[in-house]
């Protein structure tokens, strides 16, 4: 579908993209984490960027950050740090695990693109008060973008903003319960393309792009197809040669729990509610990550409902190397499962240092198993 290949064209050229955009006029947000409020981010008219590691040899990143950080912060360092994010404006960092919060310190300190903002959301997301503080952050978060833009963001920029970023979730969730729905209909590493596409593209060509590529995959009917039917559930998987490996093993995924996934985009922004408080509710109400806190088992309750849900036959947890909230988690997680008899893997993945072999032989043994 000519549609899926302008998201690969995209998320196989990113320095390319972001030229194209900035031919646009708009000044480029970088971002790592979907804690980032990108709606206030567009309304101000940036363009928000996610940032992914190039994957480059780990060189000037050692000076600042130890080897035992995760492979995202040290790599997107090193691109910073080696001229390749050059195009950047600014870059804005959610509070959320340590790793980012030193990353964020020494983006700072380094001082390298004209605008930089931390935004200190809470850490507990399940009460009154939290929503009231957060609320106040993303107010702080509005007029420190005013005061770069010089001009007021109103609250009809603000709207059609979410707006947009509502179409685009909305598409996506319908992609992924076709996709459940009806396995087959497109690949994973489509999917994986759709959804980081999403989050590097001009955004109101990706809510018409995916439009219509929900459109097309509602008139196809695939003959059924043979495999496991499988939850990816961690943090940053951007290793596309695992989907196809996932493929070749016999399996296929019909739901994730990852924040390069459903996390980024599940939910919506109420569009007719006071903006910030409508941006602060969907983050409240969000599946949280581990850096977040929204009771001792809501992660858990979510991946056995995704589990149920999606009617999978099992659970693979894709970890960076390091990831301490995720490796944190994953004890109870897995327990929670095995109580519901639902089988699951782990494997960690190190954007520096990708092995694939192994992660195919664990795949295999894993989809022979259950
Ligand atoms: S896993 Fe959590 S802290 Fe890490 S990048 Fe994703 S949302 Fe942010
Ligand atoms: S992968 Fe883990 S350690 Fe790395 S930024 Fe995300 S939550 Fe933090």
């Not at 912060?73 to 050059?86: C, I």
């Not at 007719?272 to 009771?295: F, N, Q, W």
């Amino acid at each position: 579908m000519k549609e899926i290949e302008i998201f690969h064209a995209a998320v196989n050229h990113i320095p390319d993209m972001a030229l194209k955009i900035q031919k646009t006029g708009r000044k480029i947000m970088g971002y790592l984490c979907s804690y980032a409020p990108e709606e206030l981010i567009y309304a101000a008219g940036f363009h928000p960027m996610r940032l992914f590691s190039s994957k480059s040899e780990i060189i000037l990143a050692e000076n600042h950050l130890q080897s035992y950080c995760c492979s995202l912060v040290r790599g997107v360092l090193e691109d910073s740090l080696t001229g390749k994010l050059e195009y950047l404006f600014g870059t804005v960092f959610p509070h959320t695990c340590d790793s980012m919060q030193r990353l964020s310190d020494i983006w700072r300190m380094n001082g390298k693109y004209p605008f930089f903002a931390d935004v200190v959301l809470p850490a507990k997301l399940n009460t009154e008060s939290a929503k009231v503080y957060m609320t106040d952050v993303l107010a702080r978060f509005k007029k420190d973008l005013e005061m770069a833009i010089g001009k007021e963001i109103t609250d009809t920029d603000l709207k059609d903003s979410i707006c947009i970023f509502n179409q685009i979730r909305k598409n996506l969730s319908a992609i992924y319960d076709l996709n459940s729905q009806n396995p087959g209909i497109i690949s994973d590493r489509d999917i994986y393309a759709l959804v980081k596409g999403s989050m590097i593209m001009d955004r109101k060509e990706v809510a018409g792009l995916l439009s219509q590529i929900v459109s097309h995959l509602e008139k196809m009917s695939p003959s059924p197809r043979k495999g496991k039917r499988l939850i990816l559930s961690g943090s940053v998987c951007d290793t596309p040669d695992i989907f196809d490996a996932i493929e070749t093993a016999g399996g296929f995924i019909v739901g994730d729990d990852l924040c390069t996934g459903s996390r980024w985009f599940e939910g919506r922004v109420m569009e007719d509610e006071p903006p910030l408080s409508a941006i602060a509710s969907r983050y409240m109400a969000r599946v949280t990550c581990p850096a977040k806190h929204s009771g001792l088992v809501t992660r858990a309750e979510n991946l056995i409902s995704l589990v149920e849900k999606n009617k999978a036959d099992g659970v693979v947890f894709l970890f960076l190397k390091f990831c301490d909230p995720h490796s944190f988690d994953y004890p109870y997680l897995k327990e929670s499962l095995e109580k519901k008899g639902i089988k699951s893997t782990a494997f960690e993945m190190d954007d520096q240092q990708q092995s694939l072999g192994q992660f195919m032989t664990r795949i295999e043994t894993f989809i022979h198993m259950i």
